[in-house]
């Protein structure tokens, strides 16, 4: 009686399991917070986010699970480096099962871009989205160095070697080449926009919508940024149609992966990933 028990035990796990593949789902994954390719770690002040290769790694493996027939990415992000919105982008758009894109509370810049690999995208009345534009930060305290008497001598091989370095003005020429950069990124940005919402988009207003503003999830959809209107239900039944099933089941997708680490290391692994954050070029 009681191998009988385990063994029906057994079969309802198996049943139940995500592996198994008589058990048909949608797949709710999120995406939130800033998108960067290091990703953020955890500590006693916030949940952390993971990076942007653990995350398309992760997006991959659901290639390999014969249960989640579509999934719905809940994007709440401002965006972040432009590699690691590419990495995701490339792995959502590899993805090889119906994809929804659902802008929750907010979807801008390299978030949006992340949605572009969507099949659809859905998002909410209240949401903002867009901000479609490209930025490069300078910080400078040559100002206060001088103000407190710090004198830093730079012994370097060309003159472009201590490029925007924070110690000194920012040259012209300097300016120009970054704004050469920063001008490349942007046109990929909005071919890719131009490409992925073909047809939909109003090519009429292409000069307001990619001037780095942001837009409602009313605006972006009569702009044709977005698809549908909803929330997160809208988007799992968006992704239940496209995967041809009616009312579907629901399972969670983790996209962070690993074991938080201590309080230590998380204290000083924020600190490090914010004096990380130098010059770069970001999508948000």
């Known amino acids: 009686m009681l191998a009988f028990g385990l ?14 593949p008589l058990r048909q789902c949608v797949g709710v994954a999120y995406i939130k917070g800033e998108i960067t390719t290091e990703g953020t770690p955890p500590s006693f002040m916030n949940e952390g986010n993971p990076g942007s290769e653990e995350i398309a790694k992760r997006i991959r ?12 990415f809940v994007i709440d992000s401002p965006g972040g480096s432009v590699v690691a919105s ?7 758009r590899d993805l090889k099962k119906p994809k929804v894109a659902y802008i929750r509370e907010m979807g801008t810049s390299g978030a949006y871009l992340v949605s572009l690999a969507a099949d659809e995208i859905v998002a909410n009345p209240d949401s903002l989205t867009g901000s479609i534009g490209v930025i490069s930060i300078i910080m400078n305290y040559k100002g206060l160095a ?11 091989t060309g003159k472009h070697k201590d490029f925007f370095s924070p110690t000194k003005e920012v040259s012209e020429e300097e300016i120009e080449i970054m704004e050469s950069i920063i001008n490349e990124t942007f046109k990929e940005f909005v071919d890719l926009v131009k490409e ?17 503003r942001i837009f409602s999830g009313r605006q972006a959809y009569e702009l044709g940024l977005v698809d549908v209107l909803g929330d997160k239900d ?22 962070s992966g690993g074991s938080p680490p201590s309080l230590f290391s998380g204290i000083f692994g924020a600190f490090g990933y914010l004096y990380e954050r130098g010059v770069g070029i970001y999508l948000k």
């Open 234 to 255: 809208k988007a799992i039944e968006e992704a239940g149609k496209l995967a041809g099933i009616e009312n579907p089941d629901v399972c969670e997708i983790d996209l």
């Open 146 to 156: 001088d103000k407190l008497g710090i004198n830093i001598t730079t012994i370097k």
């Open 7 to 20: 063994f029906f035990i057994a079969l309802i796990l198996l049943l139940t399991s995500t592996a198994f």
């Open 61 to 72: 493996e659901l290639n390999d699970r014969p249960d989640v027939k579509a999934v719905v």
């Open 196 to 212: 992925r919402r073909k047809g939909r988009l109003k090519l009429s207003k292409l000069s307001t919508i990619t001037d780095g």
């Open 86 to 92: 590419k990495e995701i982008y490339n792995a959502i």
